[in-house]
């Protein structure tokens, strides 16, 4: 079950700088936390978030314990080709998350 | 002394009955701070569309021994679930039972699909009510109590008027008669719950109005009703009463 939102338009003009929204499903435990019986929750935050663009790195976001549950991200790329914008991350428990959409530049 | 009071209550019943929602119905969401208000509109940004988005894949998924999906009868739930929402919790013939959103959706899993029921508070549970409810975003609710409801109806009108917990506190008399005042860093909402399964940031995840009614016990001390018991229920049938004409805003974002 996908675990992610994304929102970033389908078509843009050469050049043109577009706006991404990438909205994650993530509990982000801090690693501070204990549970009822008192023993630490082990941390699992997601330690980072990568945005490559037609096969080449154009946002990245290092992330920590101070980051949010469900975290929200908003940032903006200049697209200059057609290609696919691809979004990954990776949490403490080595599970990967993956969303992309493709873009086609005209002009 | 009870008998008294019984007439007193009787007497009241009939006269209060409808003076019970407070004039102007103003949903959970005007007594949120700005910031919330607007994450509460956009439906992107809104976390509580991530559950409802969840809700999105599960009602196509196959569940069951009968691997049948929720559209498999239902169809597009754009189309299909439009409104619905805003006619819960109702009196379900066929089960002879009250029912809430979380409770039918539990009878198609049980009878149609032939799968074991949903956990109450589960995530599956909270995405599919959270992808029904957003369905009838904007609706305004329209329950309408008929004499199969009468019964359940009654005992969450008793409920919301009794004192209870250590604070010796009914729901009334932060909601009825104080609502609009500030308590603490929060102001005292009408208590309605059209815009739940909501996203609240306490809980960093959302949840149903259940877990929002058991908070409240909480908060007045008095002890949680178990999820899905019948004294939530009916509190969950008057406040939909009460709120009656509220537009669904769900899924909310609470602090």
């Known amino acids: 079950m996908a675990n992610a939102r994304l929102s970033v338009q389908d078509k843009a003009t050469r050049g043109e700088v577009v706006p991404v929204r990438l909205a994650i499903l993530h509990a982000m435990e801090t690693g501070f936390r204990r549970d009822i019986d008192g023993r630490a929750i082990t941390r699992n935050v997601i330690r980072f978030v990568a945005c490559r663009y037609a096969g080449r790195e154009v946002w990245r976001a290092d992330l920590s314990s101070g980051i949010s549950a469900n975290p929200y991200f908003e940032f903006f790329f200049r697209a200059d080709m057609s290609g696919e914008l691809e979004l990954t991350w990776e949490d403490d428990s080595m599970e990967k998350g993956l969303i992309r959409a493709r873009i086609e530049v005209a002009g | ?255």
């Open chain 2, 1 to 255: 002394m009870l008998r008294v009071w019984l007439l007193l209550l009787g007497a009241a019943g009939c006269g209060c009955a409808l003076a019970q929602a407070p004039l102007p119905l103003k949903a959970g969401s005007e007594f949120q701070p700005p910031a919330i208000r607007t994450l509460q509109a956009d439906e992107f940004a809104n976390p509580a569309m991530l559950w409802v988005s969840q809700g999105e894949q599960l009602w196509t998924a196959p569940r069951g021994a009968a691997k049948k999906s929720c559209a498999d009868c239902h169809g597009a739930a754009e189309k299909s679930m439009k409104g619905v929402a805003t006619r819960y919790p109702r009196f379900a013939p066929q089960s002879g039972r009250v029912l809430n959103l979380e409770g039918q959706i539990n009878i198609c899993s049980v009878e149609r699909q032939l799968a074991p029921p949903l956990e109450y508070e589960s995530d599956p549970l909270l995405a599919l009510t959270a992808w029904v409810a957003h369905q009838s975003r904007g609706m305004p609710l329209a329950v309408h109590i008929d004499d199969d409801l009468r019964a359940t109806f009654d005992a969450g009108r008793r409920l919301y008027n009794q004192r209870m917990g250590q604070l010796n506190l009914a729901c009334r008399h932060c909601h009825q008669l104080n609502w609009g005042k500030q308590l603490l860093t929060d102001t005292v909402s009408q208590g309605h719950g059209s815009g739940y399964p909501a996203y609240r940031f306490e809980w960093q995840k959302i949840g149903s109005l259940q877990r929002r009614l058991r908070a409240c016990y909480f908060g007045v001390r008095a002890e949680m009703p178990e999820y899905g018991s019948p004294d939530l229920l009916a509190l969950e049938l008057y406040l939909a009463w009460r709120a009656n004409g509220l537009a669904i805003e769900a899924p909310g974002v609470r602090k």
